[in-house]
């Protein structure tokens, strides 16, 4: 039989084995169920790949995302490893396949959402399966005090009905003391064994910066670390602007945020990867699969959200073990722009009850009536159409989406593509015989650059908005220059595809969970709040902040983030003037007024100088409250 190491050597890269995470493979296989608090770039997804290539029997996985499962199940195809995901995209045979193949064919993982896991179908097919292992990823979204809750992770304990004799594995990057209790509980699982690796990250040095000017700031930090970078946003639209702003100055560099195509992901992450634009631009979309052991510098041009998701993002910095650097850029007008987007884009039970209310209407379902079929969304046109915020609404849907009431697959991003098929030269003859095409054709040149060299994504939407006209008309004109070879046209009629998981009922089912809407909404609050408190509090070890928050009871500074080293330099700048204190004392008796005189050192450094002095009795005061040095 295989042992663990040559698991690994014949499948993964030696260098990503951790010591923590041999005593948790051994865990696992001698059937123990098992709670793994890993920081971001711990390995997690090792500690149960590995025992379940050496024991016999399919392994569980459930995960939250559906892009994340995508990316587990590549990566394990990549190694020659049978892998299956369940997804919305399989139809009924499919799925009947996919359990067959692992059921007779050798497949070792099935990896599936927990809503997935709530068909009845799928629960009996897990029935009939050989299930060695079941591992809960992200598991802090099982508990209410988890910084991204959802309520379909309560019903995961009916896998202990379904498979009894499995191992039970549970993993997180992020938990407190409280969510850890939360996990075992609903899971299940009280007396499980809990590996948790400290959140200490000797290497990475916290530093928070304040300043007016953000963007310079940047600049000055990317060229002195001179290496692989992570910049962090909080909008999709600034991702574009700071990678443009750097490329402006000479910095090589890509953008990502969940808006791009598959295709656009895959070439921004892939030229990060390779260093070809060693700096990311991205929202925190940016995050799974990450795994560039060389990335120096992560930083943050606004307030994170939570610790939680600051601490995952900053120590994708520096996992080779070297000298990194994690920078939060802040001052008052980021602090209160975090605190005002919160109060303006909060999603209330009352604001909740209006969209559930505004989609029922959007597409004429009556009270009591539960459609079948998946509806064409688009978040631009239901927020035009009923005067919404776009963020507040889509956080609203979110709500809805995680409370099991609608279902929206964002994965479905077919998007309209336009190419134009003649010269430059050549439009400016066709815009002459064709007056109405002027301004859609001109629009279209602004907004899109290389539409003469390739495919184009482009939005009739936006088109429809800047024209001041509809939707339908845009489309009309485009099929008429696609008829006479103008362009090629493809259109693609949403983004995304949007269904009803329960009846119709307006009130009922929003005051059903009006609770957990607003238990949620403070809890984000409060994780905001401490995220700014962190950013705000200069007293005490950026280090210790973060370890206390997380449970760790820290004494020893890091002195080597922004706080420590200040102290520091106070330290060092107090050791000087006491000595040019000492100096000026040697033949004459000063008051702290005539010393100031005689010093280029401002009156709290000079009076701070002169209290170590006289702690560590090197003068004393006369009685003419004048200083004098001991003998």
Known sequence: MSTPLEILKTHWDYHQFKDAQEEIIQSVLNGTDTVVLLPTGGGKSLCYQVPT??????????????????????????????????????????????????????FKFLYLSPEKLQSNFIQEKIKQLNVSLIAIDEAHCISEWGHDFRPSYLQLKILKELQPEATFMALTATATQKVLEDIQQNLAIEKAVIFKKSFQRTNLNYHVITTENIYGKLLQIVRKVN?????????????KEVCNFLQKNNFRSSFYHGGLTTIEKNKSFTNWMSDTTPIMVATNAFGMGIDKPDVRAVIHINTPNSLENFIQEAGRAGRDGKTSYSFILTNKSNLFDASTKYTSNIASTKFVKLIYHNLNQYYNITLGELPEQLFDFSLQ?????????????????KIL??????YLDENYRKKSTLKFLISSHQIFDYLNNQPSKNELIKLILRSYGGIFDHYTIINEYRLSKKLNCSKKEIINHLNDLHINGIVNYTYENTTSKLSFLVPRDDNYTINSISKNIEQQNNLKYQKLTAAISYIQNTKTCRNTQLLNYFNETSTKTCGTCDICKSAIQLKNSSKTIASHIIDLLKDQQLSSQEIATFLNYS?????????LLLEKNKITITSQNKFKRNL
């Open 227 to 239: 290496a692989s970078a992570i910049i962090y946003t909080n909008s999709r639209k600034q991702t």
């Open 401 to 406: 989406v995680r409370e099991n009431i609608v």
């Open 381 to 397: 046109e239901f927020c035009f159409t009923y005067k919404l915020k776009l963020i507040q609404a889509f956080n609203a849907i």
């Open 53 to 106: 290539l050496l024991l016999d029997g399919v392994c569980i996985v459930i995960s939250p995302l559906i892009a994340l499962i995508q990316d587990q199940v590549s990566s394990l195809k990549e190694k020659n490893i049978k892998a299956i995901a369940l997804t919305s995209l399989l139809s009924q045979e499919e799925i009947i396949t996919a359990f067959d193949n692992l059921q007779f064919g050798y």
């Open 603 to 611: 009156e709290s450094e000079i009076l701070n100088s002169l209290q």
